[in-house]
């Protein structure tokens, strides 16, 4: 589906929570395509910073990147304004740079892309950036949380792709292979069982099949419900990757 998302239009929207596998399936759709890779933080959300590490990332596919892209970024400024007047105009001139320097289709990926939502103006620049990019450059921008601008319109228009955990899930004939490969055996009710529980997570599909490849075959029926126990295997991975990598003010509220 990555394959068809990036000929369709200029954006992919790839949204999943922990354990759904998006920056495996991202690095290896892009391990035979020019990329840029940038991963936002909280730098990110200062709207210089991020227009400077839109150039960084850009330049590595693109070492001849024009000094007009670096120029269009110098203006941005270097903290966070109260409005985006100007923000539009200087993605343009980006863009424009980028049109005369890719000579070859070129992916451009924003990792954690949700980390803008409080930073509406870095928002911006990049909801600018996506409708002004040249066809040249594939957009993809990826998170736990849709990305805090607009796509419904691209989409509407067939000039973005969403992909979502419903996308990456994995059906319950995949979760029986995995088991079969895993296990060692084709133990149907067992696999039926294990998708039940997990609903095709694949992170919880690949630790629970580890689990139960290392238990006695008589053991493991009953290990499936276990799983989900209190100190279960599956709940502590949601407590450290799922809650436990939520902001403080997101934990405070479940104390």
Same mark, same amino acid.
């Given at each position: ?13 790839? *949204? +999943?929570?922990?354990?759904?596998? /998006? ?6 759709? $892009?391990?035979?395509?020019?990329? +840029? ?10 709207? #210089? ?5 839109? *150039?960084?990332?850009? !330049? ?13 970024? &110098? ?11 100007? *923000? &539009?105009?200087?993605?343009? #001139? ?15 990926? %924003? =990792? ?40 419904? @319109? ?26 079969? !490969?895993?296990?060692?055996? #084709?133990? /149907?009710?067992?696999?039926?069982? %294990?998708? !039940? %529980? $997990? ?16 238990? /006695?075959?008589?053991?493991? &029926?009953?290990? *499936? =419900?276990?799983? @989900? ?14 809650? #436990? ?7 405070? %509220?479940? =104390?």
């Amino acid at each position: 589906r990555m394959d068809e998302a990036a000929v369709a239009g200029r954006l992919t929207v790839l *949204v +999943a929570g922990a354990g759904y596998g /998006k920056t495996t399936l991202l690095r290896s759709w $892009t391990q035979s395509r020019p990329t +840029a890779w940038l991963t936002l933080g909280r730098d990110s959300r200062r709207t #210089g910073a991020l227009a400077r590490q839109l *150039v960084d990332a850009l !330049r590595v596919p693109i070492p001849d990147l024009s000094a007009d892209m670096l120029l269009a970024a &110098s203006r941005m400024p270097g903290y966070d304004v109260d409005e985006d007047a100007g *923000v &539009s105009a200087i993605a343009a #001139g980006m863009a424009e740079a980028l049109d005369r320097a890719l000579r070859r289709q070129t992916v451009l990926i %924003l =990792d954690d892309v949700d980390e803008l939502a409080a930073a509406p103006v870095s928002a911006v620049l990049i909801d600018a950036l996506v409708r002004h990019a040249p066809s040249s450059l594939h957009i993809v921008v990826a998170g736990r949380e849709h990305p805090p601008f607009r796509t419904t @319109r691209l989409v509407a228009h067939g000039e973005a792709t969403e992909i979502t955990a419903a996308d990456l899930a994995f059906t319950e004939a995949e979760t029986a292979e995995l088991v079969v !490969r895993t296990v060692g055996e #084709g133990d /149907k009710v067992l696999a039926a069982d %294990l998708y !039940r %529980l $997990t609903g095709g997570w694949p992170v919880a599909v690949r630790l629970a099949a580890e689990a139960l490849a290392a238990a /006695k075959p008589g053991d493991r &029926s009953g290990m *499936v =419900d276990s799983l @989900r126990e209190p100190h279960g295997l599956l709940l502590r991975y949601m407590a450290d990757e799922v809650i #436990g990598s939520e902001p403080p003010e997101a934990l405070a %509220l479940l =104390d």
